[in-house]
Each structure stands twice: as structure tokens, then as C-alpha cells.
């Protein structure tokens, strides 16, 4: 890479706000981002714990409402407004089992957590980027929303599949406006979020946690690459996309899978 590129990669005098940035590829983004010299903000419901924390934190439940525009408030009085925001909170919190086992409650907290919370999120910290013309929003989704295993994942698959959508209409109404507004579809990360999954998986399947593993791998079809991804690795992207460097690109979804996807 030469000098100029990567200066084109430097985030130096933005400010970006990762959601869920306190763990697995959200805390993995924030410190990317904050290694490129932006000024980060996370937030989660809980603090990490952690007094070194190198980033602003803000304590919120994203998943509800009349929370949301205080923490926006916060957020434009302190800071006013940001330059990078990615929605990164989401995950399977419903059971496996297929249409008879999910209630509407399970989908209605599956729709809230993957796909309400971003819309809630870009409708508020939005007109402050289109006032400025500059902005970039990244939606973290995943390849299950374009690979639906009914057994396991139904419902988040589904939210995650609308989020792809919503994204991709984002991106087309924004795209004369300054604001860039892209995809991120990872398969299988290890997470904190994954190993309790896995965990779980193997002690009510009676089998070890390696061969719960390998099982989820076999399930989507096995990765090329046979391993998970690092959240390192979905970070890496991420810097990028946020980054000048990346100034042509808006509504695409990015796979990042160790090549798992299994069409072209
Ligand atoms: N891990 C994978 O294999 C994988 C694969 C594809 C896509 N993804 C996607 O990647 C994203 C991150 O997943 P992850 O595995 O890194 O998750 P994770 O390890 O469970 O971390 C989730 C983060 O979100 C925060 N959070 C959870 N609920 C929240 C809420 N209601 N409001 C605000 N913050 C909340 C958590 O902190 P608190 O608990 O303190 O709130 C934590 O910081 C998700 O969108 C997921 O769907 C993950």
C-alpha cells in the first residue's frame, strides 16, 4: 500500500458510534476504528467492566424505544453528531425448531434487536449527516439471511434478511446526499455470542464443543477455509468501508465468510 492510500484509510477527526461495541465484533470494530484515530463512542446495556476502556461509553437498551432519543440527544449535545455509525447489535434470541415453535413474541424481539433497532438508530442520528453531506452507515447483518436454516435460526435469519433490504434502500435514497450506506455479512465469527450458542448446542445435543463446531460448519455446507472468522478480521473490513478509501462504495453487502457462501 502506498502513502497515499493509507492516508486515505485514517479516521483522524471523525466520529464514529459502534452499537454493542463492548464485545465479539463490535468491540472489535471500535478499537479498529479508534486505532485509525477516530473518536469512538460504544454503547450497551451493561459496561464492560473494564476501567482501561480506550472509548466513550454510553449505557443504553437500543431494543427500546423512549431510549433511544435521550441517547441521541446525549450524543448531539456532546459531540454534535457523528460521521460513522455502525449498527452492529443483533443475534439469534429465539429457539430452533421451526414455524411451530416461534411465537410472535420471538419474532417481535427478533425484529427489534436485528432490524429496528438500525432503523431507530439512522432515523435520529440521519439528518445531522444529510445536514453536513457526509456520513457513512454500515448495518451489520449475516449470511444467514441469505442461507435460512428453519431448524435453527428462522426468525433472525428473516430480520437480518429485511435489514439487507431496508440497507439497500437506504443507500439509494441517501446516495446523492453525501451519505454512504453499505452491508456487512459475516458467516460464523467466534464471539462470546457464538461460544454460548455452541455451548449450548453441545450439552442439550450431548456432544463436545469441537464437534458442535463442526457441526454448525457442516450445516451451512462447510468453509473452505475450515475455521470461524476472528472479529479482528470483520473489524478489518469494516475500517475500510468507513474509510475515504472506499468513497464509491454504498449499497452493496459485503460477504465475509472463509469463502462458505455457496454460490457465486
Ligand atoms: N458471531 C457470529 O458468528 C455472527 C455471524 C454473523 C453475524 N453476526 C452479527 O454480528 C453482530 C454482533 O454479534 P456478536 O456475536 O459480536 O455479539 P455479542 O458477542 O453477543 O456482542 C453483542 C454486543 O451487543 C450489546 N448488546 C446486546 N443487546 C443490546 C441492546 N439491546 N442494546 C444495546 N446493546 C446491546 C452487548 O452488550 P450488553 O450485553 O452489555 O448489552 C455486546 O456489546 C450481530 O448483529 C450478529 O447478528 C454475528
Redesign the pocket.
Known amino acids: 500500500m502506498n502513502n497515499q492510500q493509507n492516508m486515505e484509510t485514517k479516521l483522524e477527526g471523525k466520529i464514529a458510534l459502534v452499537?454493542?461495541?463492548?464485545?465479539?465484533?463490535?468491540k472489535a470494530i471500535a478499537d479498529r476504528l479508534g486505532q485509525s484515530g477516530a473518536n469512538v463512542i460504544v454503547?450497551?446495556?451493561?459496561h464492560p467492566g473494564n476501567t482501561d476502556l480506550q472509548h466513550h461509553f454510553i449505557a443504553?437498551?437500543?431494543?427500546q424505544p423512549k431510549q433511544v432519543s435521550k441517547f441521541v440527544n446525549g450524543i448531539n449535545e456532546k459531540f454534535g453528531g457523528i460521521d460513522i455509525l455502525v449498527n452492529?447489535?443483533?443475534?439469534l434470541t429465539s429457539p430452533g425448531g421451526g414455524f411451530s415453535t416461534l411465537t410472535d413474541e420471538h419474532w417481535e424481539n427478533e425484529l427489534q434487536?436485528?432490524l429496528l433497532a438500525a432503523i431507530r438508530l439512522d432515523r435520529e442520528l440521519l439528518p445531522k449527516m444529510l445536514e453536513q453531506k457526509s456520513g457513512v452507515i454500515i448495518h451489520?447483518s449475516?449470511t444467514s439471511a441469505m442461507q435460512p436454516l428453519w431448524d435453527v435460526n428462522m426468525a433472525y435469519a428473516v430480520s437480518k434478511a429485511a435489514l439487507n433490504s431496508y440497507s439497500k434502500a437506504l443507500a439509494t435514497e441517501v446516495g446523492s446526499k453525501g451519505v454512504r450506506v453499505l452491508t456487512v455479512s459475516?458467516?460464523?465469527?467466534k464471539?462470546?455470542?457464538?461460544v454460548e450458542f455452541l455451548q449450548g448446542y453441545a450439552k442439550t445435543s450431548g456432544i463436545t464443543f469441537e464437534e458442535a463446531s463442526q457441526n454448525l460448519m457442516n450445516k451451512i455446507g462447510g468453509i473452505p477455509m475450515e475455521r470461524m472468522a476472528e472479529?479482528e478480521e470483520i473489524a478489518e473490513l469494516v475500517n475500510f468501508l468507513v474509510s475515504p478509501a472506499a468513497s464509491y462504495l454504498t449499497g452493496a453487502n459485503y460477504v465475509i465468510d472463509g469463502g462458505a457462501f455457496p454460490v457465486v
Open positions: 452499537t454493542g461495541g463492548t464485545k465479539g465484533i463490535g454503547t450497551a446495556r451493561n443504553t437498551d437500543l431494543t452492529n447489535i443483533g443475534g434487536f436485528n451489520i449475516t459475516p458467516g460464523p465469527v464471539t462470546p455470542m457464538m472479529p
